[in-house]
Nanobody, 122 residues
Framework: QLQLVQSGGGLVQPGGSLKLSCAIS????????IGWLRQAPGKEREGVSC????????NYPDSVKGRFTISRDNAKNTVYLHMNHLKPEDTAVYYC???????????????WGQGTQVTVSS
């Protein structure tokens, strides 16, 4: 059974950095595309990025482009979301999910992490 377990997150001041981790357990973990998305109160869910099994990332939305980077370490079965120059509008619950990638687009699929709160505030 595939499981995604998230860690990281928390409270950070504007301009700060955080790294989220998504540890994937299960026999096919290193062969699955993984994505990050976020959900803020009162806002629509927003996809952040996805990464293929070989490390190719999909496009980032303009809201995070140049500040967020997705990466993976298949030896550790872990996908990361590096978040720099954080802004208050980045405050949300972040989820890692298995993903389906088509070109530069991706969508969440059938397994989700438990969610991690990221709060950007002074």
């Amino acid at each position: 059974q595939l499981q995604l377990v998230q860690s990281g997150g928390g409270l950070v001041q504007p301009g700060g950095s955080l790294k989220l981790s998504c540890a994937i357990s299960g026999s096919t973990g290193d062969r699955r595309a993984i994505g990050w998305l976020r959900q803020a109160p009162g806002k629509e869910r927003e996809g952040v990025s996805c990464i293929s099994q070989n490390g190719s990332a999909t496009n980032y939305p303009d809201s995070v482009k140049g500040r967020f980077t997705i990466s993976r370490d298949n030896a550790k079965n872990t996908v990361y979301l590096h978040m720099n120059h954080l802004k208050p509008e980045d405050t949300a619950v972040y989820y890692c999910t298995t993903a389906i990638i088509s070109g530069n687009n991706c969508r969440p699929f059938d397994h989700w992490g438990q969610g991690t709160q990221v709060t950007v505030s002074s």
